[in-house]
């Protein structure tokens, strides 16, 4: 559940309610009269929570991750590796490259 505060409390608690947000992952909303009400959000849940409306954004694709989550919770596919995962979409290392980075 969201801190709900005044505009003044924050000015006077700003470093309380940073800690809040950035540390606990919690939004805090400022109110001030007159006005809007806004919202403290630590910059990487906004990153995050961008990211995801940006996938689920097209139809398909949220269909195809709401498909690939419901799999994965209900465990009816075995895992794969990656190894596996990425010679079946044609990202497998040409074997120069592998015995290249086997010297190393």
Not at 22 to 41: C, F, G, R, T
Request: with cysteine; glycine share 0%.
């Amino acid at each position: 559940m969201a801190i709900q505060t005044t505009f003044t409390d924050a000015r006077m608690n700003l470093a309380k309610f940073w800690d809040d947000v950035v540390l606990n992952k919690e939004i805090v909303i400022v109110s001030k009269h007159d006005s809007e009400d806004i919202a403290l959000i630590s910059a990487s849940e906004l990153s995050s929570l961008v990211e995801t409306a940006h996938l689920l954004r097209s139809s398909k694709n949220a269909e195809r991750l709401f498909t690939a989550l419901e799999r994965a919770k209900t465990q009816t596919v075995a895992p794969q590796t990656l190894q596996d995962l990425c010679r079946e979409i044609g990202l497998e290392p040409e074997k120069k490259e592998a015995t290249e980075r086997q010297k190393y």
